[in-house]
């Protein structure tokens, strides 16, 4: 397992590859690797020669109020199951690295980057974009694979690379779930007790919306409201609970288009995110 800590590293190892004529798959993390990251690998096997894992909590997506210090961090539990999982090499560079002193830009997305998420982290993907922006011109990768439980910054993502003419195929894994619905996250290991046992909660309320529209309702009110039903009394701080339109993310009055519920809790400290995509 190559484990390369600095941008010139990297790049001999891009160059190689490249010299080889290799396809280069991108994995981003932040590390504290679950088995929705893993899946990531498993999803972008197909795509490429040469999968790259990337480890880096980028510390401009939170803000001075977020969790950046006690985030949780384990590099040598996350080498061993990337090794498992068969990638080639692992990115793992501190902040000076990527964000050397004087670093000044930033890459924005506008529009679908200030709602839903954005409202509540109003410079939250200001950082995604900008770090992902560096490590897909690091890499050069010919694909990158994100999780459909972070779906906004997926399709911001997707929107960057188009907007900017990047050559890199932008893929979407599925969210991978624990036994009780609750979707994988490294946050979850901050839950615990009658926390844990909350969690699942949002699942079940984006599922009632899915179940409602299963029977045939069509209006984003009346999902909405039985989401938001599903919710009452549960323990939880409702961030938000949506109903938009898959492609800019805009509430919409009827399900008759692609469409995700969408939602975010407070339980405590903690922050949870999900989403469920329905077609009509």
């Known amino acids: 397992m190559l484990i390369l800590r600095t941008i010139p590293e990297l790049r001999t190892f891009v160059h190689d590859w490249r010299s080889q004529g290799l396809r280069i798959g991108l994995v981003p993390t932040m590390g504290f690797l679950h088995e929705g990251h893993l899946s990531l690998i498993e999803h972008i096997k197909p795509h490429c020669d040469r999968i790259l894992v990337s480890i880096f909590v980028n510390p401009t997506q939170f803000s001075p109020d977020e969790d950046l210090d006690r985030y949780p961090r384990d590099f040598d539990r996350?080498?061993?199951?990337?090794?498992?999982?068969?990638?080639?090499?692992?990115?793992?560079?501190?902040?000076?690295?990527?964000?050397?002193?004087?670093?000044?830009?930033?890459?924005?997305?506008?529009?679908?980057?200030?709602?839903?998420?954005?409202?509540?982290?109003?410079?939250?993907?200001?950082?995604?974009?900008?770090?992902?922006?560096?490590?897909?011109?690091?890499?050069?990768?010919?694909?990158?694979?994100?999780?459909?439980?972070?779906?906004?910054?997926?399709?911001?993502?997707?929107?960057?690379?188009?907007?900017?003419?990047?050559?890199?195929?932008?893929?979407?894994?599925?969210?991978?779930?624990?036994?009780?619905?609750?979707?994988?996250?490294s946050r979850n290991s901050y839950l615990a007790g009658?926390?844990?046992?909350?969690?699942?909660?949002?699942?079940?309320?984006?599922?009632?919306?899915?179940?409602?529209?299963?029977?045939?309702?069509?209006?984003?009110?009346?999902?909405k409201q039985e989401m938001r039903k599903a919710l009452r009394n549960s323990g939880v701080t409702v961030d938000y609970i949506e109903v938009v339109d898959a492609a800019q993310l805009q509430p919409v009055e009827k399900v008759n288009r692609r469409t995700v519920l969408a939602g975010a809790i407070w339980l405590g400290n903690t922050r949870l995110i999900d989403n469920i995509i329905i077609e009509p």
């Open 78 to 185: 996350d080498e061993k199951l990337v090794e498992e999982r068969g990638a080639d090499a692992i990115f793992y560079p501190d902040s000076k690295e990527v964000y050397p002193d004087g670093f000044r830009t930033f890459v924005i997305v506008e529009g679908i980057g200030s709602v839903l998420c954005g409202r509540s982290r109003p410079t939250h993907f200001r950082g995604v974009t900008t770090i992902v922006a560096k490590l897909l011109n690091l890499t050069d990768c010919d694909a990158a694979v994100f999780g459909q439980k972070d779906y906004q910054q997926a399709l911001i993502i997707q929107r960057m690379v188009e907007d900017l003419n990047l050559d890199v195929e932008v893929l979407f894994a599925p969210t991978v779930r624990e036994a009780d619905g609750l979707a994988m996250s």
């Open 194 to 223: 009658p926390e844990r046992e909350r969690a699942p909660v949002l699942y079940r309320a984006l599922s009632q919306g899915q179940k409602a529209f299963e029977s045939g309702e069509t209006s984003a009110a009346k999902i």
